[in-house]
């Protein structure tokens, strides 16, 4: 049972404009909400993380949106870059256990 | 270490044969995880281990899957009569929960294929 969902499977966005990655949960105890950005041949790369207590978190030109009612959470890069393109993996935590959504495939035209 | 160190980074075999994947943790990190990536799939789970504590093998996909971290440190991930459907990317993580969100950092992983 796919607890974190990523419905998206690719996502083409021009330079300066604004990409927006999607991700659905089924579990509400949830308490951690990560992004994780891939490159091709390496591993995942810790981008960013939201507490189930709050509802947005920003980092330079990345922010993340929770919103525990829908379940659902978004990242947002902005302006995007090419070098953003990569594979973009949500994923969920409670306690010491992570669920990871399919990635979604990011690139950005130059 | 800085990172996480997998090896091999490759490893081709043929079906039946075992295989042994290894994973050095960033120094400290009392968690350890392993993940594999099948091709256009997402991260699934293997295996946990937290300290001295029982790992939590619920996502070992079969009894030809094994794992064991000795001192608390290094992991080996071995996987027994390897069967094609075995292929994929094997990816390890380590994490130190500190305040906040517990993090995983992951290493480049190893990329199986079998024959």
């Known amino acids: 049972d796919q607890q974190v969902k990523q419905n998206s499977p690719s996502l083409s966005v021009q330079e300066g404009r604004i990409s927006i990655l999607n991700c659905d949960y089924t579990?509400?105890?949830?308490?951690?909400f990560l992004w994780y950005k891939k490159y091709p041949a390496e591993g995942p790369t810790f981008l960013i993380s939201?507490?189930?207590?709050?509802d947005k978190n920003e980092d330079g030109r990345f922010t993340v949106f929770l919103n525990k009612s829908a379940k659902h959470l978004s990242l947002h890069i902005v302006p995007s870059q090419p070098g953003d393109s990569a594979v973009y993996f949500c994923?969920?935590?409670?306690?010491?256990?992570?669920?990871f959504g399919t990635g979604t495939s990011l690139t950005v035209i130059p | 270490g800085a990172g996480v160190s997998q090896s091999p980074s490759n490893k081709v075999t043929e079906k039946g044969k075992d295989v042994e994947l290894r994973c050095d943790p960033i120094?400290?990190?009392?968690?350890l995880y392993w993940y594999r990536q099948s091709l256009g799939q997402g991260l699934e789970f293997l295996i946990y281990?937290?300290?001295?504590?029982?790992?939590?093998k619920s996502g070992l996909p079969s009894d030809r899957f094994s794992a064991e971290r000795t001192g608390g440190s290094v992991s080996t991930l071995t996987i027994q009569r390897t069967q094609q459907e075995d292929s994929a990317v094997y990816l390890c993580?380590?994490?130190?929960?500190?305040?906040?969100?517990?993090?995983?950092?992951f290493g480049a992983g190893s990329r199986l294929t079998v024959l």
């Open positions: 993580a380590s994490s130190s929960r500190a305040s906040g969100a517990n993090v995983l950092t």
């Open positions: 579990n509400s105890m949830f308490d951690y």
């Open positions: 939201i507490s189930s207590i709050k």
């Open positions: 994923a969920a935590s409670t306690g010491n256990q992570f669920y």
């Open positions: 120094s400290g990190h009392t968690a």
């Open positions: 281990f937290q300290g001295n504590s029982a790992p939590d």
